[in-house]
Nanobody, 117 residues
Framework: QVQLVESGGGLVQPGGSLRLSCVASESIFSIYSMGWYRQAPGKQRELVAF???????NYADSVKGRFTISRDNAKNTVYLQMNSLKPEDTAVYYC???????????WGQGTQVTISS
């Protein structure tokens, strides 16, 4: 089973930027999709963005134009570049992978992102 390890979280002021990384324990070249989800205190986990093996991307409306998801198959890594961060982006961010559309997703342990002045 693929293992996912996230990094790059931290404390940033509003308007700042962060880049999250998710490193997989095996090749992501043929993995159907990899994505980022987030969960704020007291709220359900929600999709932030995902990218397919064909490099199609999808974003939550709340992050469109500010976040960019990308993948580097050679490094088995998926990135989430987050710009123009807002306090409402504060959450634990989780990496997710799915080997096929119907496969059970795998999750990383999460990385905390806090936006505060």
């Amino acid at each position: 089973q693929v293992q996912l390890v996230e990094s790059g979280g931290g404390l940033v002021q509003p308007g700042g930027s962060l880049r999250l990384s998710c490193v997989a324990s095996e090749s992501i070249f043929s993995i159907y999709s990899m994505g980022w989800y987030r969960q704020a205190p007291g709220k359900q986990r929600e999709l932030v963005a995902f990218i397919t093996s064909g490099d199609s991307t999808n974003y939550a409306d709340s992050v469109k134009g500010r976040f960019t998801i990308s993948r580097d198959n050679a490094k088995n890594t998926v990135y989430l570049q987050m710009n123009s961060l807002k306090p409402e982006d504060t959450a634990v961010y989780y990496c997710n992978s799915r080997k096929s559309p119907m496969a059970t997703p795998r999750w990383g342990q999460g990385t905390q992102v806090t936006i505060s002045s």
